[in-house]
């Protein structure tokens, strides 16, 4: 029997619950997707505030190492503290191995509430840039010394005049970086048969950084055969939209929408946003791709006031398995996964977030929802 070896951080707050509802549901879909030829072996690992309270560290090396050596990881929700502390763990993993495309496929799946009348339509994925913009962390705090000197270099070089009392943040987007983004991204939506692309920026306003996002990535578009400007037979279609209009085109018109190319931080606000549509967070998996790692996680936050109550919804990390699985050449694991999930949230057996929202829903706990999820785990 083979074995696949993945390294797991179980993560803060509700990530334990989560794992710990999610973890057989992978092993068995090996198992019967594979006709027991393969296992997982996991490897587990810590980061964040356990490794903080154990290893004095947010990252320890041995989580490092783990996850180079293995080229993937499975990762739960980190806590980040707001305001003040330390910064996100997540973003300092997306930097420490390049993860450079954050991937997030938006589908809903019927039974799932929606504040559409057709959230069927529904089928979108979202790639975002994962290292610049200003998630690159670049920024003085108001009234320091640092912020003083960028202050004053900026009046008296630059000609640009701010209040000395300003917080700065610097928003970085390369040529480099988005054409890397877009190529990665645009392979991928060939490969997926998907049918429109979308460039989404705020070039309007700040032409010199999302204005050079969008004709960077029409660019590297042009250089593609089986990429055109219109709607064309046997072409993807490839077309641009302001940021904010996204927003409202998304609820209007979802159908019209297929794969969304966004800088880091539009494309964190657009994903979120467009999981209210299928549902929330709890239901919208995610992945961070590198040329040499890729770290697979849900796209929802820790839930401190949750942990340990068994009550919060999984989903997302179970389909975050699912692309896993996908990434690594077990997209048979990934589809029986994807298939006993919306089996279960079609026969209305849903977690409390859910259950809320619908009418006759059966709610059960995060345990209670990852073994009915197994019960339907077959071709």
């Known amino acids: 029997m083979e074995t696949i070896r993945i390294p797991i951080i179980a993560g803060d707050g509700t990530g334990e619950d989560i794992w710990n509802a999610s973890r057989e549901i992978f092993e068995e879909a090996v198992l019967r997707s594979t006709g027991n030829t393969k296992r997982i072996e996991w490897i587990p690992v810590i980061a964040g505030l356990k490794a903080l309270e154990h290893k004095d560290l947010l990252l320890p090396p041995e989580t490092v190492d783990a996850i180079t050596e293995c080229s993937l990881a499975l990762k739960g929700p980190l806590t980040t503290p707001v305001g003040g502390g330390f910064r996100s763990v997540n973003v300092y993993l997306r930097q420490m ?202 796209t929802h936050g820790s839930a401190p006031k949750y942990a340990g109550k068994d009550m919060v919804n999984p989903t997302s990390f179970i389909l975050s398995g699912a692309m896993l699985f996908d990434h690594i050449g077990l997209a048979g694991t990934g589809d029986m996964i994807r298939r006993g999930v919306e089996r279960t949230i079609q026969e209305g057996i849903v977690t409390y977030d859910l259950a809320r929202q619908l009418d006759g829903a059966r709610p059960v706990s995060c345990s209670g929802f990852g073994s009915e999820v197994i019960k339907r785990l077959h071709a």
């Open 97 to 298: 191995f390049d993860l450079y495309v954050c991937m997030r496929p938006v589908r809903w799946f019927r039974g799932l509430p929606s504040p559409l009348k057709k959230p069927e339509a529904v089928d979108i994925v979202i790639f975002r840039e994962n290292t610049e913009d200003l998630y690159r962390g670049i920024e003085w705090q108001a009234g320091s010394d640092d912020a003083r000197i960028v202050i004053s270099f900026l009046k008296d070089k630059m000609g640009v005049d701010l209040r000395p009392d300003s917080g700065v943040g610097i928003k970085p987007i390369s040529r480099t970086g988005t054409q890397r983004f877009a190529r990665w991204s645009m392979d991928a939506a060939i490969r997926m048969g998907r049918r429109v692309i979308t460039i989404v920026h705020k070039g309007n306003i700040m032409k010199y950084t999302e204005g050079g996002f969008r004709e960077w990535a029409y660019e590297t578009a042009a250089g593609y055969d089986e990429l055109s400007a219109e709607a064309l037979p046997g072409k993807i279609e490839v077309n641009d939209r302001i940021a904010d209009n996204m927003f409202m085109q998304v609820i209007s018109r979802p159908a019209d929408y297929d794969v969304l190319l966004c800088p880091n931080l539009n494309g964190d606000y657009l994903s979120d946003a467009c999981a209210a549509l299928i549902g929330g967070l709890g239901v919208a998996p995610g992945a961070n791709f590198g040329d040499n790692v890729a770290i697979f996680e849900p």
